[in-house]
């Protein structure tokens, strides 16, 4: 019987009154367990069956009353959005000022608690994060009603210049992204006071670009310095085959429905029949050209290194030190061209940070990627002077935030919104966050 065949009885859904009390403690202790193991594993390094043998009971228990592990994900995620909501119930009026920034620098800190408390749930979330998922629905509704909240506090706190709905998405997308590197290590950044502090500053300043530099005197001097990540040699690649016009054209459409079905399902989620289906072949000319699905993922993640070098090379090369318009219609050139490319591969960056994955050469890819972007944004960065103290690693996490979260935000409103678009609201949020009242230095190092 497959899992999806297994129905739960009656008396043992989760709000029943003929539970008890034994019933209740065996449910919690599934709970508590497949949060443990989640933590140790990832969701799906984690198996029904792994769950069941660590609560100290059985499949056919358990399934009285989950119907799937995912149920139980949705079950700690529903507490984890309780804890954000009651946080934001609480935030204060926020505006260009020190009261408005102390409200503001509030929130993020206990939003930070929040998140350290459920990292496990907030983690695993970022990695299963795929359309087809069965809790998607449930978490964009949450982030649906979470961001209509943050949209009427800023509007009622004047916010100009910026939709008020494009700034709450940012906001909140940025925040949790943030703290999703902070946990897992993506960029280099300070101990979690320091790093708030500076996210405080970025997110103050996306929303209300005239905040005087005291309003920010509260908080504590900064690093002298942002830490730089080696960029790691890149492993001996191995010479492709010479392949016919043909040919060539037929492995590009299979590494093409890989990366639109890795972006669609995540790697887990999708099979060699999936992929086969999708291109339009069989399976036997899958295994052609391919050994099985984890070197698609291997060919397509050195697509994507070749390309993100490419960009990086590009972003690392802009120079802030001339005109405004002419250095801001530079970046946005560039955004325009990073949205098409972020979309292709979304689904590799998803298998390159969710930990599940200790391929060497895939890991390699990542690192050689991440860390050429990370360079190439402090190199941006540090052409700017401000009237202000912020840690330059906390300026470039949330750079590199905008770039990795904002665009699947936007298309997770259900809007059909063009690239242009995308790479505009990232442009202003990047410009009032982050090159906002600024002199620009002589040209970087």
């Not at 629905?137 to 800023?154: E, H």
């Not at 944004?377 to 002077?385: A, G, P, S």
């Not at 809007?415 to 410009?431: C, G, T």
Request: hydrophobic residues 45%; glycine residues 8%.
């Amino acid at each position: 019987m497959s899992d999806s065949e297994i129905r739960r009885r009656d008396g043992y859904w989760p709000t029943s009154p003929v539970v008890g009390r034994r019933g209740a403690q065996t449910r919690q202790r599934i709970v508590a367990e497949t949060l443990r193991l989640f933590e140790a594993h990832g969701f799906h390094g984690t198996s029904v069956e792994s769950i069941a043998k660590a609560a100290g009971t059985s499949r056919a228990t358990l399934y009285q009353y989950f119907g799937s592990k995912e149920q139980i994900f949705t079950e700690l995620l529903d507490e984890c959005g309780a804890a954000l909501m009651r946080v934001v119930r609480r935030l204060g009026p926020l505006g260009p000022t020190p009261e408005g920034f102390d409200n503001l620098h509030w929130w993020l800190g206990e939003w930070a608690w929040v998140y350290d408390r459920y990292a496990t749930m907030f983690v695993q979330w970022a990695n299963i994060d795929t359309p087809d998922t069965s809790v998607r629905p449930m978490v964009l509704g949450f982030v649906r009603s979470y961001n209509s909240r943050i949209t009427a506090r800023l509007v009622s706190s004047g916010v100009a210049g910026i939709d008020p709905d494009a700034a709450s998405l940012a906001l909140t997308s940025l925040v949790h992204r943030f703290n999703y590197f902070r946990h897992r290590g993506n960029v280099p950044l300070p101990a979690l006071d320091e790093a708030t502090d500076g996210l405080a500053v970025v997110m103050q300043l996306m929303l209300f670009p005239d905040t005087p530099p005291e309003a920010f005197a509260q908080l504590p001097p900064v690093r002298t310095g942002p830490v730089l990540r080696p960029v790691p040699e890149p492993l001996a690649e191995v010479p492709e085959p010479v392949l016919s016009a043909r040919a060539a054209a037929t492995v590009g459409n299979i590494l093409a429905a890989g990366a639109r079905l890795f972006a669609e399902r995540g790697y887990h989620g999708t099979g060699v029949d999936d992929l086969v289906a999708a291109a339009g072949f069989a399976r036997a000319t899958f295994y052609k050209y391919f050994d099985d699905k984890l070197d698609l993922l291997r060919r397509l993640s050195a697509e994507a290194r070749t390309a993100s070098a490419e960009l990086s090379d590009r972003l690392a090369a802009l120079d802030l030190t001339g005109d405004e318009e002419s250095d801001r219609a530079a970046l946005r050139a560039w955004l325009v061209d990073y949205v098409p490319f972020h979309r292709r591969y979304v689904g590799v960056f998803r298998s390159w940070v969710e930990g599940s994955l200790t391929d060497p050469g895939l890991v390699a890819l990542a690192e050689q990627s991440n860390a050429a972007v990370h360079a190439a944004v402090l190199r941006l960065l540090m052409q700017v002077e401000r009237p202000y103290s912020l840690d330059l690693d906390v300026a470039a996490g949330v750079f590199i935030a905008v770039l990795d979260r904002v665009p699947e935000a936007v298309l997770e409103t259900g809007e059909d919104v063009a690239d242009e678009a995308i790479a505009d609201l990232m442009l202003q949020v990047l410009v009032r966050g982050l090159l906002n009242g600024t002199v620009m230095a002589h040209s970087a190092p």
